[in-house]
Structure formats: C-alpha cells, structure tokens
C-alpha cells in the first residue's frame, strides 16, 4: 500500500488541432467529494492518513513535494509535484505536501468528509516535530 503518481493520457488531436490539450486521469475509486486547496510557500497540508477513504490530489498551479511514509520507521518518499501532476493516497497511507510556490491543487476523495469518524489521523510525516540535528 503506497502512495502513487497517477499518470494522464492525452487524445493528441486536442492538441493538434491547436486549442491546447486534454489530458485524462481515470481514478482507480469512485469520487464523492471534490475540494480546491490554496497553499502559501513554505506551509504544510498533510501530516496526517485518512482511514476511511482515498485521496487523489492533484496540482493545478505551483509546485511543492508531496512526502509519504509506510510506517513511522519506514525512510520517507519524496515526489516533486508542478502542474498536471496527481497522486493517490490509499485509506491509511501517511502524507503530506509541502509548497515550495504557491500551490493551487484539488483534493478528491472516495467518501465524503463529513461522513467519516475521524476523517484524518494526525502523524507527524515530515518529522517537523523533532529536534533539528547539529
């Protein structure tokens, strides 16, 4: 069980048509709720699973890292996230993004939030709460 990068196809004729380009993901888990995400430089969303749905997360502007972790243990995983990019977290993955710009993404989830008892389990992902190293 891992986070993982979802990859989109693309029907190139949008784009060779000159208008731009479609680009198409095709989530694994039906989606029930769909929330935009405004992130600053340097702020954190995250350090936290969610035992009771999947998340996808995709970046629409900006670019961060998106950090995850099998276990308390486990080495983390870092993915560098921009424009176009999107992950699933499945139920009970650790994660967390960090943004290096300022970030617009949307978080898209498999149950809804308020439906959920807890919807997040804080953990501590990024290690913000140790002492830093001399």
Known sequence: ?????????????????????IFTWIPEDALVEFNLLYFQPGKTRGDHYHPEFVEYFLVVEGSGVMVTKDSEKAPEEVIHMSRGMCTRAPKGVSHAFYAITPVTAIAMLSKKWDDCNPPLVKVDVLGQHKAPKS
Do not use: E, F, Q
Not at 4 to 14: F, G
């Open 1 to 21: 069980m891992k986070l993982k990068i979802l990859v989109p196809s693309c029907n190139l004729d949008t784009v060779r048509d000159g208008r731009g380009g």
